[in-house]
């Protein structure tokens, strides 16, 4: 059984840094892609971060790039996201996700990911 529990989101202020995360279980962990998703009142769920555990290749999206890094902790099966110099507008519920097999061309479609984990709240004032 697949799990994936998220953690350490939160309400700060803008310009301020929070880190998520995602704690794997239930899966060869080294075989997945795993994204970061978000998802605002009233918007469709984006990819922020991604990256193949297999390879480390990494993926960001425009909106990020800069200030969010992914990285990912073999050890203990644990996925991060440190997110710096928020924003307001990244103010949203974020996911974890996970799928078997690459990234490439499909790690900001939700559709393509097949484990969720119940998400994070993530508040940016300005």
């Known amino acids: 059984q697949v799990q994936l529990v998220e953690s350490g989101g939160g309400s700060v202020q803008s310009g301020g840094s929070l880190r998520l995360s995602c704690a794997a279980s239930?899966?060869?962990?080294?075989?997945?892609?795993m994204v970061w998703f978000r998802q605002a009142p009233g918007k469709e769920r984006e990819g922020v971060a991604g990256i193949y555990v297999g390879g480390g290749s990494t993926y960001y999206a425009d909106s990020v790039k800069g200030r969010f890094t992914i990285s990912q902790d073999n050890t203990k099966n644990t996925l991060y996201l440190q997110m710096n110099s928020l924003k307001p507008e990244d103010t949203a519920m974020y996911y974890c996700a996970a799928r078997k097999g690459g990234c490439s061309g499909v790690w900001e479609r939700a559709y393509f990911f097949n484990y969720w984990g119940q998400g994070t709240q993530v508040t940016v004032s300005s």
């Open positions: 239930g899966y060869t962990y080294n075989m997945y892609c």
